[in-house]
C-alpha cells in the first residue's frame, strides 16, 4: 500500500518568518494531496489540496506544491502567526477508492 | 459547506458498558464515511470504511464485533464500542467524503474514557 514520510515532526519558528514541511509518497497511482491542520482536542480541518494535474497552488498565506517526478509535495506558510500553531498532516489519496494515507504530522510552533 | 458533526464530543463509561458515537455531515451527502482512531501524538489511523447501505469494511486487526458501524443514510453514520475497555480510550474521529474525489471532512472528534 501506499507509504507517506512527513517531515520534520515538530518545526519551531518566530513569528513573521515562513514554515515548510515536506512530504514523500510511495505509489504512483496517488493523485490527490490535502493538508490538514489539527488543533489540540480538535478534528483535522482541511486547509489546502493539491491534484496531481498541477504543480502548485496558493491561498493566501498558504501554499502546497507538487512534484510527480520526485513523488514529494509540500506545504509553505508565510508571515507565520501565533495562530498558525498546530499539528499538520499530509495525505495521499488516489490509489486506493477514497482512502487517505496520512504521514506522521508536524507539531508547529509559532513564538511571537 | 461540507460541515461535519459527532456527538458525543466526550463520553466517559464503565468497563463492560457499550457507547454510541454519532457522524454527521450536516450540508452535504457523503457516500462514504470513515471513521478513524488517534492516540495522544499519534497520526489518524483508519479503522473502517463504511459505504451507505453496505457492510463497512475494516482494516486489518479491528475487530468488527467490537467496534460496531452503521451507515443507515447519507448523512449519518453511527460506530459503537460494545464491552468497552479501558484499553479502547482514545479520540475517535470521523470523516466524511463525497464532495469531490477522495475529498474527506473530519469531525471534531470523540474523547472516549473506559474507567
Known amino acids: 500500500g501506499e507509504n507517506v514520510e512527513q517531515h520534520p515532526s515538530t518545526l519551531s519558528v518566530q513569528e513573521g518568518d515562513s514554515a515548510v514541511i515536506k512530504c514523500t509518497y510511495s505509489?504512483?497511482?496517488?493523485?490527490?494531496f490535502p493538508w490538514y491542520k489539527q488543533e489540540l482536542g480538535k478534528g483535522p480541518q482541511l486547509i489546502i489540496d493539491i491534484r496531481s494535474n498541477v504543480g502548485e497552488k496558493k491561498d493566501q498565506r498558504i501554499a502546497v506544491t507538487l512534484n510527480k517526478t520526485a513523488k514529494h509535495f509540500s506545504l509553505h506558510i508565510t508571515e507565520t502567526q501565533p495562530e498558525d500553531s498546530a499539528v499538520y498532516f499530509c495525505a495521499a489519496g488516489g490509489s486506493t477508492l477514497g482512502r487517505l494515507y496520512f504521514g506522521r504530522g508536524t507539531q508547529l510552533t509559532v513564538w511571537p | 459547506g461540507a460541515v461535519v458533526s459527532q456527538h458525543p464530543s466526550r463520553v466517559i463509561c464503565k468497563s463492560g458498558t457499550s457507547v454510541k458515537i454519532e457522524c454527521r455531515s450536516l450540508?452535504?451527502?457523503?457516500?462514504?464515511m470513515f471513521w478513524y482512531r488517534q492516540f495522544p501524538k499519534k497520526s489518524l489511523m483508519l479503522m473502517a470504511t463504511?459505504?451507505?447501505?453496505?457492510?463497512?469494511?475494516?482494516e486489518q486487526g479491528v475487530e468488527k464485533d467490537k467496534f460496531l458501524i452503521n451507515h443507515a443514510s447519507l448523512t449519518l453514520s453511527t460506530l459503537t464500542v460494545t464491552s468497552a475497555h479501558p484499553e479502547d480510550s482514545s479520540f475517535y474521529i470521523c470523516?466524511?467524503?463525497?464532495?469531490?474525489?477522495?475529498?474527506?471532512?473530519f469531525g471534531p472528534g470523540t474523547r472516549l474514557t473506559v474507567l
Open positions: 450540508d452535504f451527502q457523503a457516500t462514504t
Open positions: 463504511s459505504n451507505e447501505g453496505s457492510k463497512a469494511t475494516y
Open positions: 505509489d504512483s497511482a496517488s493523485n490527490y
Open positions: 470523516s466524511a467524503g463525497g464532495q469531490g474525489p477522495d475529498t474527506q471532512y
